[in-house]
């Protein structure tokens, strides 16, 4: 059976549950940054990728890395970030 997209399994499958352990009062402004830095054009883009129906870029991973670090999440695990852990 044939993917979808060829986003990284990990990225791909674990994107949602990272997003999922945010704190709700997180997660728009959250979305909000990533959009604008990936220049996405719409939210819709940003869902898509989220759900995996849109392929993540290896430059836009670096940037949903980066800014849920100041949440102190990681976005595939949903767990705390530590550095030598991410």
Same mark, same amino acid.
């Given at each position: 059976? &044939?993917?979808? %997209?060829? $986003?990284?399994?990990?990225? &791909?499958?674990?994107?949602?549950? @990272?997003? !999922?352990?945010?704190?709700? =009062?997180?997660?728009?402004?959250? =979305? !909000?940054?990533?959009?604008?830095?990936? @220049? #996405? =054009?719409?939210? $819709?883009?940003?869902? /898509? &990728?989220?759900? @995996?129906?849109? &392929?993540? %870029?290896?430059?836009?991973? @670096?940037?949903?890395? $980066?800014? *849920?670090?100041?949440?102190?999440? /990681?976005? #595939? $695990?949903?767990?705390?970030?530590?550095?030598?852990? *991410?």
């Amino acid at each position: 059976m &044939k993917s979808k %997209t060829n $986003t990284p399994v990990v990225v &791909k499958e674990k994107f949602k549950v @990272g997003w !999922d352990n945010l704190p709700a =009062r997180a997660q728009i402004p959250l =979305r !909000d940054a990533i959009v604008q830095a990936c @220049g #996405w =054009r719409s939210i $819709t883009s940003f869902y /898509n &990728k989220l759900n @995996g129906v849109h &392929k993540i %870029t290896p430059l836009e991973i @670096g940037v949903i890395e $980066t800014h *849920f670090k100041v949440y102190g999440i /990681n976005p #595939w $695990t949903g767990l705390p970030f530590f550095d030598e852990n *991410f």
